[in-house]
Structure formats: structure tokens, C-alpha cells
């Protein structure tokens, strides 16, 4: 029920857009590929057809995998392009920096009206982005990208501060007084979580973090078994922290296995990490909810395509950080299991 008041929540905003802006039309259609339909959302007998499909296609290229993180911003994208009646083409490139760069160059070549850009690794794609802002093509960059996305002329950014948001889980944890912390390391040369390990070592201010690399989750049996030889190596380890839902649930197990008494929080939400919340396996999660850096980049571009806005005034849209606890788990859970938090 939550979930569907916030659907026709933002169904009443996009419509207001329109009272505003005509030809700024809004909607929903039923599920489908990643090209735009004009029928009906999927509130049931009160859907109605809003939106006229427009002669607009956007590109979005993410350094995704896949897993539970990704397939939520895959998702908030797909149903933006079907509420704005444009043609979306979603690829993730499982975390290769040079895939990512062929992917970038393709959708300049197929002449995209927008294009949207996670971009963790900066020097390995910054010559395709630059290309597509020399083509004039509208850019957003999304989730990794805030530090860059002025310099190479991307129009906003939508995502979380992660020093910002790694500083508030050093803070908690200082609150529980933690002293020798863990922050895994899932993703080789992607700064943004480098970012999140550096501010939780600020926020712990009375206490010492220890980042470590695991194999991530192409592998997350093997990362699982990383964690647990850590922790059986060093029972002086009394929080760890990871950057990553599946990472999470690993260990939660690597907690399990190797005896430890360490306090475990997190970055992103899923279904089990909400179950593991509410089961006082982790005590919480960083929610910065990647639905909306899906689906706003998607709305933005629309906007900048048809009445030339754009929005954040030159700062950053920032979707996190917040947390959730056995607090307000509950309320969460739904949403999480059925793929929109």
C-alpha cells in the first residue's frame, strides 16, 4: 500500500509538470522492454494513459552487475522511460571500465538524445564522455561521477555524497563504541567506494578503520571465505562495514563462521538485507535509494529534451544518505522484496 501511494504520488507531481508545461507530458504503461509504452501504469482499475510517446531516446550505461543493487536502478529507469514516453537502452558493463568505454562510444554512434553515466573509473571513459558532450548529446551522470561531473560537462548528477554518508556510519559507530573497524572493499578502482571507507575513518574518531579488498560479487562464496579467515585472524575486529547488499548477507555467514562478536552495518538495501536488519544480524543499512538514480536521470533528460530546464542549480541531486534500522525496517521490507528500495 505504501508503495502505491508513492506511485500516484509522483504521478500527481508529473502531473502538475504538465498543467505547467504541456509539452512535458507524464504516465505510466504496463511492464515491459526497455522501449517506452503509452498504455496504462500499474495501479489497477484507476490507471489512466497520460503520456504520448515522444521521438526521444536515451541511452543509460552503467558499470552495473546485475545484482540487487543494479536491477533496482535498471527498474526505476525502464519505468521513468515508460512514464515519459521515451525509448530507453540500459546496458551495465559487470564492473569493466573498458567495456563500459565501447558501450559509452555506441550510444554516441547510434546519435542518442541523452545519455546517462555511472562513472566509478573516470580516466578509463573520460574520452568517450567527452565525445558525446562534443556531439551535443545531454549528459547526467548517476550514483558515481559527483567529483567530475561540472569538469566534463554533464548538465546534473544524481546520487549519494559517499564521504558524507561514510562519515555517518563512522559517527554510529563511534556512538557504539567501536574501536578497530573493517570496511570491505568489493569493486577494484571505483573511487566512490574508496570514498565510503575514507569517511567512516573520519567518523570513527575514536577508533581505527582497516579497509580490505575482496574478490566482489562475480565470486561472493570466495569473498565470504576472505572475510571469515579476516576475522578468525583478528578477533581485535569489533565492526565491519561493507559496501554492498550481497556482500552483506556474506557476511552476515563470515560473522557466523568465524565466532565474532563484530557489529555489521552496510551500504544499500535488498529484500534479505532488510530480513537480516530485522533478525538483529545487521544492525543497518545506508539506503541511498538507487531507484531514484534510475529513474530521475530519465525524467531530468526528458525535461532538458523538451523545455530546456534543468535542475539542481548547478549542485548535485543527492537521493542518500539515510538509514534503516529495526526501526523502520518494517516499513521498508515491502518495497525492498519487491524491487524498488
Known sequence: MFGTRMRRLASAVLLAFCAAF?????????DGGSTAATSAGRGGGDAVELTQKRDLKFAMVTHGDGGSF????????EEAARGQGVELQYTESSNDPQKQAQMIAAAVTSKVDGLAVSVPSYDAIRAELRKAVEAGIPLITLNAGEDIYREIGAIGH??????IAGEAVGARLQEQGKKKVLCVIHEQSNISLTQRCEGVRRGLTGGTVETMQVTGTRNVATSLTEMQSKLRADGSIDGIVTLNGEIADAAVDAIRGAHSKATLMTFDLS??????????????AVDQQQYLQG???????????????????????LTGPSFVDRDNAEQVQK???????
Open 22 to 30: 504541456v509539452a512535458v507530458g507524464c504516465g505510466s504503461s504496463d
Open 70 to 77: 543494479w536491477s533496482v536502478v535498471k527498474r526505476g529507469a
Open 158 to 163: 544524481v546520487g549519494q555524497n559517499e564521504s
Open 271 to 284: 529484500g534479505p538485507v532488510v530480513e537480516a536488519i530485522q533478525a538483529g544480524d545487521i544492525e543497518s
Open 295 to 317: 529513474y530521475l536521470p530519465i525524467v531530468m533528460l526528458t525535461l532538458y529534451n523538451t523545455n530546456l530546464n534543468t535542475v539542481g542549480g548547478g549542485q548535485p541531486v
Open 335 to 341: 518495497l525492498a522484496s519487491e524491487g524498488t528500495r
